[in-house]
């Protein structure tokens, strides 16, 4: 079992930043990649950006690979993603996810590879 605890989130207005944390707890040594998700009211989750957690490759959804960062603290069990410029668009909940599954050579941008996730984290942008 995993545990994943997201933090960060909040109000921030178009132009701002915000750095969210995803904390992992439990059996985190089986981790081939954590990822984020974001949804909204009505829509399916959808990809943001994931991390291989070995080499610590990096992959992001096309509008966001020139705003958003991942990141990981090996040590710490811990990812961040770091989003600047941020639009109204953005606003959403932001789901963090791990990955057991060894893809290789894969983004993990697909939700089905993730095993386990977080309760969700709100950013909200204003115009």
């Known amino acids: 079992q995993v545990q994943l605890v997201e933090s960060g989130g909040g109000s921030v207005q178009a132009g701002g930043s915000l750095r969210l944390s995803c904390a992992a707890s439990g059996r985190t040594f089986s981790t081939r990649a954590m990822g984020w998700f974001r949804q909204t009211p009505g829509k399916e989750r959808s990809f943001v950006a994931s991390?291989?957690?070995?080499?610590?490759?990096?992959y992001y959804a096309d509008s966001m690979k020139d705003r958003f960062a991942i990141s990981r603290d090996f040590a710490k069990s811990t990812m961040y993603l770091q989003m600047n410029s941020l639009k109204p668009e953005d606003t959403a909940v932001y789901y963090c996810?791990?990955?057991?599954?060894?893809?290789?050579?894969?983004?993990?941008?697909?939700?089905?590879?993730?095993?386990?996730w977080g309760q969700g984290t709100q950013v909200t942008v204003s115009s």
């Open positions: 996810a791990t990955s057991y599954i060894p893809i290789d050579g894969g983004t993990y941008s697909y939700r089905y590879y993730y095993n386990y």
């Open positions: 991390i291989r957690w070995n080499d610590g490759n990096t």
